[in-house]
């Protein structure tokens, strides 16, 4: 059984810092893109940042560039989000996901994420002024 959790949101304060970490296990495909999604309260969920097994590049949205690091940490069971600069803006829930498959490029699931093949229950960040 796949399963994706999530860990290290919290409560900081603008301009702070978090570490978010998504453990998979039980996944065991070569071929995927896994990604952090975000929902604010009352706003539609949207991608943050994504990587393929198929591209070396990693995607971010626009919002989070120069910001947030995605990275895989050596071994593809765990993956972390570094969020620099904090903003109010950033304040959501934050998931992983993985969808299995080949992309070509990392950024497709971000922006196509409706029939992702597995889901964590997500992690709650919360930016105060």
């Known amino acids: 059984q796949v399963q994706l959790v999530e860990s290290g949101g919290g409560s900081v304060q603008t301009g702070g810092s978090l570490r978010l970490s998504c453990v998979l296990s039980?996944?065991?495909?070569?071929?995927?893109?896994i990604g952090w999604f975000r929902q604010a309260p009352g706003k539609v969920r949207e991608g943050v940042s994504c990587i393929s097994s198929n591209d070396p590049t990693t995607y971010y949205v626009d919002d989070v560039k120069g910001r947030f690091t995605f990275s895989r940490d050596g071994v593809k069971d765990t993956v972390t989000l570094q969020m620099n600069t904090l903003t109010p803006e950033d304040t959501a829930t934050y998931y992983c996901?993985?969808?299995?498959?080949?992309?070509?490029?990392?950024?497709?699931?971000?922006?196509?994420?409706?029939?992702?093949?597995?889901w964590g229950k997500g992690t709650l960040v919360t930016v105060s002024s």
């Open positions: 996901a993985v969808k299995v498959g080949f992309f070509s490029k990392s950024g497709i699931i971000c922006h196509h994420f409706s029939d992702m093949t597995y």
């Open positions: 039980g996944f065991t495909s070569d071929s995927y893109a």
